[in-house]
């Protein structure tokens, strides 16, 4: 395809217009080819197939296929020049309207509004510290880990006194619900006083009503109960179907197999310090994402460059499958802004770092993942053959692909983030970790 005519005029830092003239004469031959290729397939009655006049075909279908064309020259064209120039570009090229196209002329302009990707600069030790947190299993929560599950393997017993560790077993249905469904929660999880009151003295198979507001202590208690938190308060009716008290199970051996498998743990001591080492796991992993997520939050309010902000929310009312508004896309950009800054910012920090991402890599952490699930579910005699195998099918899917390269990408990122930045540790104990860290 012959090269058309390309320049780029910058509007601003971050805006800029492309220009594309083609030439009558550049896409005459093209159109010519197409119509040629119409005529010989055309059925159109009066004429025999193949033998229709290239004056009827070229005024059936000639502008259609004039304006495919141009098209397809306009976006060769673009996408040559910012590949060429190495023009880095946020969205997509937008074309500016034009009215009334005389598609016989002897040339055609037509402009591209950009939106250029901003110079990022990121400050690598950041000026102010960010807390790297590392959670202790003290002894107060392993033991009352220990006393949770010696709850849950414990023997259920129906009881009418209601103490704080009463289970409640209810019916639930409010207005808007799909009928009614079972819930379990504790005595000690209610917030409102009148509603353990009513429990104390409602008999199996009464019905309770209370709002939502204020009901339970926690809104994930509630969550659970209705399987959705509601944007407002609404009324619940509860019908009591249980009310059970469990009795601790005996730290002995049957109890150690129904919860690590069979012989995996043979004593308390075992017992608690299989506890704390799973705990410990599972709080690494909870610190690390903290960390990540607080110095991803930093590094976006610390980091300062300009976006061009106008040209992105014109674009994004185009960019979906059906169009938007203007304030859509207004509501839109303000919610992503902050997404599309780290993104700048994360792509600044693998270029200068040169952080990249192998299949090798992605494979092992894939092989990692499918381990530790194994072993939650008691596979612990997993071979290198199978991981191989069971790896290899989840990485067919190319979704999981960038899923799992992500996962990567991030640990790269805390790993630079440990090693360059400005980091301060913080030991404490989870229940501390979580008053702090999840603060409002």
């Not at 949770?148 to 017993?157: E, M, P, S, T």
Request: glycine share 4%; hydrophobic share 35%; proline share 3%.
């Amino acid at each position: 395809m012959k090269k058309m005519n390309v320049t780029r005029k910058d509007v601003d830092a971050l805006n800029a217009v492309i220009t594309v003239d083609i030439n009558q004469e550049d896409v005459a031959p093209k159109v010519e080819q197409v119509l040629n290729d119409y005529r010989k397939r055309a059925d159109i009655p009066g004429f025999r197939k193949g033998n229709v006049p290239m004056g009827v075909i070229k005024k059936q279908y000639g502008q259609a296929v004039m304006v495919d064309e141009v098209n397809k020259m306009l976006q060769s064209s673009l996408n040559d020049f910012l590949n060429e120039e190495k023009i880095s570009i946020l969205g997509n090229p937008l074309p500016v309207p034009v009215d009334n196209i005389d598609w016989n002329a002897a040339s055609f302009s037509f402009d591209f509004e950009l939106g250029l990707t901003p110079n990022v600069e990121v400050v690598l030790p950041n000026r102010k510290a960010v807390t790297r947190y590392e959670i202790q299993a003290d002894e107060k929560f392993v033991n009352e880990q220990l006393e949770r599950l010696q709850k849950q393997y414990g023997a259920i017993v129906p009881t009418d006194d209601v103490t704080s560790d009463t289970e409640l077993t209810v019916g639930v249905s409010y207005e808007g619900g799909e009928g009614q469904k079972s819930a379990t929660f504790t005595a000690s999880e209610l917030k409102s006083k009148k509603a353990l009151n009513a429990f104390k003295k409602a008999a199996i198979g009464e019905v309770v009503a209370f709002s939502t507001k204020g009901l339970f202590k926690e809104a994930h208690v509630l969550r659970r109960v209705m399987e959705t938190l509601p944007e407002k308060a609404v009324t619940l009716s509860l019908t009591l179907q249980e009310r059970n008290n469990r009795t601790l199970a005996d730290l002995d051996q049957e109890f150690f197999d129904k919860v690590f498998g069979k012989d995996a743990v043979t004593s308390v001591t075992a017992c608690k310090e299989k506890l704390k080492a799973d705990a410990m796991g599972h709080f690494e992993t909870q610190a690390n994402q903290k960390f990540i997520n607080d110095m991803t939050e930093h590094l976006i309010d610390n980091t300062k460059f300009s976006l061009p902000d106008t040209f992105l929310k014109k674009w994004m009312q185009t960019a979906g499958e059906n169009p938007i508004t203007a304030e859509e896309a207004e509501a839109e950009y303000t919610k992503s802004e902050r997404g599309l800054r780290y993104q700048l910012i994360e792509s600044k920090l693998v270029q200068e770092h040169e952080l990249q991402i192998t299949r090798e890599e992605v494979e092992a952490f894939a092989k990692d993942l499918i381990k530790k699930q194994m072993v939650q579910y008691g596979r612990t005699d997993i071979q290198e053959e199978e991981l191989t195998e069971i790896a290899g099918r989840i990485l067919g899917n190319q979704e999981e692909v960038k899923r799992i390269s992500d996962q990567v990408m991030s640990e790269k990122m805390r790993q630079l983030f440990l090693e360059k930045g400005n980091i301060k540790v913080k030991k404490l104990s989870y229940d501390d970790f979580i008053k702090e860290a999840y603060k409002k």
